[in-house]
């Protein structure tokens, strides 16, 4: 009997991904292969220019001004810059996976002409409909999709599961000054926030944040109710991008002081009102057993984020929470580069799950390791395969690797006695689909 573990036939579920994401007037705009490409050479180009016009050329990015980013090129050889730092990233596993989905879609990936030709014209009727191409290629039946909203015309109920994030509720007044290099990456997660709360406002009929914490707190609820009742299956928490992940317990009547004093303009302790909201809401989730994901370790290729404050370590005082035993959570990206740190928590915490989205374009062997690490350690259904791309080529590439690296773990473990292949076969169902299944109550069949 062959020890290679084939996992082929085995139907996937993603348990993190940006599907349609673009289409939103805010949030991540991949529309071709170039622009994903482009905003991981960020970071290299954010380390090329003074401070204040890497400022200027971001706005004029996102605000899509083609005469001022014309105008900076001249200033700058913005395009040459670009052009390099692209180049730069050819020999990472981030280029290799979306060479294997440009090649499995497009027949192309050498000439970078033709590809372009070839992502535009495969668009030409809309993403949707060559996006689910891309999926089925990859052989995925469901996934979950963290975006502010999903339109169902295009992503049906079915196999498009959305994920709500409960982050806007965290900061009803703003986020102060942000001051620092990453303070794009850090005012984007906040206008974002901001936009979202403000949308769920006037979707109460409210003009304005309520003068009392009772009563926001009420709105955010009302929210979250609402958020369920449109097929949220989970909530998310990103505000590692933003903030430290230690939330600290605060009572009701300390919060409402700075609920008071936030409102009248004294800022200083807002973080002791994101903690209390963040309790409030996670136990709100764990009544009503819904998911809660948790961004955690690495964030997007440029300067922005304090990795030490993303550590999963700093969940601890909310793992620790008497009230929360019973609320699931879901380590994202395997928590990089603290991925035994996510294991330790994983296998220590009954309710703690790991998912390695993101992981699977950026590392292959570290990620065969960890897996191995992973597999051996903890029980059989707290491990989820995930993506995090928001790109049909990105998605199969990912899907492609993410298997080869999981059939490499088990493997592995076949060859040295670990387990028996059937035994290695079903852990490998358990991490593409089954997992995912039992946690959110799906069905991928
Ligand atoms: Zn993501």
């Known amino acids: 009997m062959t020890s290679k573990i084939s996992l082929d036939s085995v139907p996937l579920v993603d348990n993190h991904c940006h599907i349609g994401m673009y289409e939103q007037r805010y949030g991540n705009a991949f529309r071709t292969v170039r622009q994903l490409q482009e905003q991981y050479a960020q970071g290299g180009i954010e380390a090329s220019l003074p401070m204040g016009d890497w400022r200027e050329y971001s706005k004029a990015l996102h605000g899509n001004k083609a005469d001022r980013l014309r105008e900076m090129d001249g200033r700058h050889g913005l395009r040459r810059l670009t052009d390099r730092t692209v180049q730069m990233f050819e020999s990472t596993i981030f280029s290799r996976a979306l060479e294997i989905g440009c090649t499995e879609l497009h027949g192309e990936w050498a000439d970078a002409e033709l590809l372009a030709q070839a992502v535009i014209g495969s668009r030409r009727e809309g993403l949707a409909p060559f996006y689910k191409r891309s999926l089925a290629l990859g052989g995925f039946r469901i996934a ?116 008071g004093d936030l409102s009248r303009g004294k800022r200083g302790e807002s973080k002791l009102l994101e903690d209390y909201m963040a309790y409030r809401l996670l136990r709100w989730a764990a009544e009503r057993e819904v998911p809660v994901q948790v961004h955690t370790g690495m964030g997007v290729p440029e300067p922005g984020m304090d990795f030490q404050q993303s550590n999963p370590l700093k969940l601890e005082s909310v793992l620790m929470d008497e009230s929360l035993n019973t609320l699931q959570l879901v380590l994202l990206h395997g928590a990089y580069p603290f991925c035994s740190e996510a294991g330790a928590l994983t296998w220590l915490y009954g309710n703690v799950h790991l998912d390695f989205s993101w992981i699977v374009y950026i590392h292959h062997h570290f990620l065969i390791d960890r897996l191995s690490e992973w597999l051996e350690m903890l029980p059989a259904h707290k491990l989820l395969f995930g993506t995090d791309t928001g790109l049909p080529e990105m998605h199969l590439g990912a899907s492609r690797l993410g298997r080869r690296a999981l059939e490499a773990a088990l493997s592995r473990g076949v060859e040295d006695g670990l387990w028996n292949p059937v035994q290695a076969f079903r852990l490998g169902e358990r991490v593409c689909y089954r997992n995912a299944c039992d946690l959110y109550g799906l069905s991928a069949g």
């Not at 049906?156 to 290099?181: S, V």
Request: zero cysteines.
């Open 144 to 259: 979950l999709v963290d975006t502010p909203y999903l339109d169902r015309a295009l992503w049906p109920e079915e196999g498009f599961k959305w994920i709500a994030r409960l982050d806007p509720f965290f900061y009803p007044f703003g986020p102060g000054a942000i001051a620092g290099r990453g303070t794009a990456i850090k005012a984007g997660h906040h206008a974002r926030f901001t936009a979202e709360l403000k949308k769920v406002l006037g979707e109460q009929g409210l003009k304005a944040i309520p003068g009392d914490l009772a009563d926001y707190v009420a709105v955010a609820e009302r929210a979250l109710d609402s958020y369920l009742e449109r097929g949220a299956v989970a909530f998310k928490v990103v505000s590692a991008y933003v903030r430290s992940l230690e939330f600290l317990p605060v009572s009701e009547r300390e919060a409402a002081r700075v609920f």
